[in-house]
């Protein structure tokens, strides 16, 4: 039997870091976010022998889940209750560590694959819910839960997160034209930067909980995320530029490696070109940069940013989350 999971890599827009516990423990925090075009395949097939073998950017071949090196599928193995005679292979469309949300849409996409190997099925909720557990509770890494969410379900949503843990992805719901519009008005570069975020979403987290001034700002970035929402509820496209640089301008006060001088310069030089506002994707520091603008004056940005030498990457939006796209015998 062979199984085959398809999960989107995400774009955030406005609130993030108000994902982390450290914050709606005591405030609810909201995002607003997308899935793109742009995904993580997950094959999970049976094994001639009893041993298992993990291919991603290296090979395991190993004879029992404690000895499988890479975290997540170690422990999505167990969640599942599979332990041996199993061949898992794992393809991505962009490079780990580019601010897309990849390894928690590995995780989704993982327990989404193996689930189905077992003939067993998982809502998406269900499968945000326990992507949070591997990689928060057992892993201990420093994030939020807006990446599974956003993995699992696809589209375009507001994320809210709740102090008693509930966590409510409800799509924005605005026309067909507003979408349209709103994915021509944006633009992704990659600066060609990319690696771990831990560092910076650990400083992140530490202000959260001790630096009242830190989660100040982030009330302030959850309401731009409810303005945006409301915005793009009611088909008015205006102030999205503005909300998104509002955002960033905040973002870079919640630790000091979401931005750097190198970064600044880009985004200056797209803003002169006639960039209403834009940021940098994930925990910031590397990735892709996106870019809000019109359609006007896109390729006097697009010129700005080629002679910096960040090159454009092509995407659209993905209205699904995670799916099972192949079962073979």
Same mark, same amino acid.
């Given at each position: 039997?062979?199984?085959?999971?398809?999960?989107?890599?995400?774009?955030?827009?406005?609130?993030?870091?108000?994902?982390?516990?450290?914050?709606?423990?005591?405030?609810?925090?909201?995002?607003?976010?997308?899935?793109?075009?742009?995904?993580?395949?997950? +094959?999970?097939?049976?094994?001639?022998?009893?041993?298992?073998?993990?291919?991603?950017?290296?090979? @395991?071949?190993?004879?029992?889940?404690?000895?499988?090196?890479?975290?997540?599928?170690?422990?999505?193995?167990?969640?599942?209750?599979?332990?041996?005679?199993?061949?898992?292979?794992?393809?991505?469309?962009?490079?780990?560590? +580019?601010?897309?949300?990849?390894?928690?849409?590995?995780?989704?996409?993982?327990? %989404?694959?193996?689930?189905?190997?077992?003939?067993?099925?998982?809502?998406?909720?269900?499968?945000?819910?326990?992507?949070?557990?591997?990689?928060?509770?057992?892993?201990?890494?420093?994030?939020?839960?807006?990446?599974?969410?956003?993995?699992?379900?696809?589209?375009?949503?507001?994320?809210?997160?709740?102090?008693?843990?509930?966590?409510?992805?409800?799509?924005?719901?605005?026309?067909?034209?507003?979408?349209?519009?709103?994915?021509?008005?944006?633009?992704?570069?990659?600066?060609?930067?990319?690696?771990? %975020?831990?560092?910076?979403?650990? @400083?992140?987290?530490?202000?959260?909980?001790?630096?009242?001034?830190?989660?100040?700002?982030?009330?302030?970035?959850?309401?731009?995320?409810?303005?945006?929402?409301?915005?793009? %509820?009611? %088909?008015?496209?205006?102030?999205?530029?503005?909300?998104?640089?509002?955002?960033?301008?905040?973002?870079?006060? #919640?630790?000091?490696?979401?931005?750097?001088?190198?970064?600044?310069?880009?985004?200056?030089?797209?803003?002169?070109?006639?960039?209403?506002?834009?940021?940098?994707?994930?925990?910031?520091?590397?990735?892709?940069?996106?870019?809000?603008?019109?359609?006007?004056?896109?390729?006097?940005?697009?010129?700005? #940013?080629?002679?910096?030498?960040?090159?454009?990457?092509?995407?659209?939006?993905?209205?699904?989350?995670?799916?099972?796209?192949?079962?073979?015998?």
């Amino acid at each position: 039997m062979m199984i085959i999971s398809r999960t989107p890599f995400r774009m955030s827009f406005a609130g993030g870091g108000s994902d982390l516990s450290a914050y709606h423990r005591g405030h609810p925090g909201g995002v607003v976010s997308t899935t793109i075009d742009k995904y993580i395949y997950v +094959t999970v097939k049976k094994r001639f022998d009893e041993t298992i073998r993990v291919s991603y950017t290296k090979t @395991e071949i190993v004879d029992s889940v404690d000895q499988i090196q890479h975290d997540l599928v170690r422990e999505a193995m167990r969640l599942v209750g599979l332990d041996r005679g199993i061949e898992i292979t794992t393809i991505a469309d962009v490079p780990a560590g +580019t601010g897309l949300g990849s390894s928690s849409s590995l995780t989704v996409g993982l327990l %989404n694959a193996l689930y189905a190997f077992t003939e067993r099925f998982r809502s998406a909720k269900q499968l945000a819910h326990e992507a949070c557990q591997i990689e928060i509770n057992i892993l201990g890494k420093p994030i939020g839960k807006q990446d599974q969410y956003a993995a699992a379900h696809g589209g375009l949503n507001y994320i809210q997160f709740n102090p008693d843990g509930a966590v409510f992805a409800d799509p924005i719901i605005c026309s067909k034209e507003t979408k349209e519009q709103l994915q021509k008005r944006l633009l992704m570069f990659y600066t060609g930067l990319q690696g771990d %975020n831990s560092d910076i979403l650990a @400083e992140q987290r530490r202000g959260t909980v001790s630096d009242e001034a830190k989660r100040m700002i982030l009330d302030q970035m959850v309401e731009l995320a409810n303005q945006m929402r409301d915005a793009l %509820n009611g %088909n008015d496209l205006t102030r999205f530029g503005k909300l998104l640089h509002q955002n960033w301008e905040l973002k870079k006060r #919640m630790a000091s490696g979401i931005s750097n001088p190198q970064i600044d310069r880009w985004y200056q030089a797209a803003r002169q070109a006639g960039a209403s506002g834009g940021k940098i994707l994930g925990a910031g520091g590397r990735g892709f940069l996106l870019l809000c603008c019109s359609e006007g004056k896109q390729e006097a940005v697009r010129k700005a #940013m080629q002679e910096l030498g960040l090159r454009e990457f092509s995407f659209r939006f993905e209205p699904q989350g995670s799916k099972i796209i192949y079962v073979g015998g």
